[in-house]
Nanobody, 128 residues
Framework: QVQLVESGGGLAQPGGSLRLSCAAS????????MSWARQAPGKRLEWVSG????????YYADSVKGRFTISRDNAKNTVYLQMNSLKPEDTALYYC?????????????????????WGQGTQVTVSS
């Protein structure tokens, strides 16, 4: 069965960095685009970043552009999110998700209905 397991969250100071990982299993990872999304307390799930199945292109929400970098290692079935220059407003539970359609190279990353699996999440807290 499909499993997505996030790790790497924790407490960081404003301006600090964290690197999240998402280990995938139960499907051919290299065939699927992947995304990171986050949910702050009392708020809706918000798409953060996406990467195509072959890693050929990456996309970011305006709120994280220039600070976060998504990448993937198809040999390790893992997608990463490097988060730099963290701000208190980045505090949230971070999830990785799989785009439901294999070999998808579209642009509507923000449409959460496009995803069929999400991990359990990893907590990121940015505070001094």
């Amino acid at each position: 069965q499909v499993q997505l397991v996030e790790s790497g969250g924790g407490l960081a100071q404003p301006g600090g960095s964290l690197r999240l990982s998402c280990a995938a299993s139960g499907f051919t990872f290299s065939n699927y685009a992947m995304s990171w999304a986050r949910q702050a307390p009392g708020k809706r799930l918000e798409w953060v970043s996406g990467i195509y199945s072959d890693g050929s292109d990456t996309y970011y929400a305006d709120s994280v552009k220039g600070r976060f970098t998504i990448s993937r290692d198809n040999a390790k079935n893992t997608v990463y999110l490097q988060m730099n220059s963290l701000k208190p407003e980045d505090t949230a539970l971070y999830y990785c998700g799989r785009v439901a359609q294999a070999y998808w190279f579209g642009s509507s990353w923000y449409d959460l209905l496009r995803y069929d699996y999400w991990g359990q999440g990893t907590q990121v807290t940015v505070s001094s």
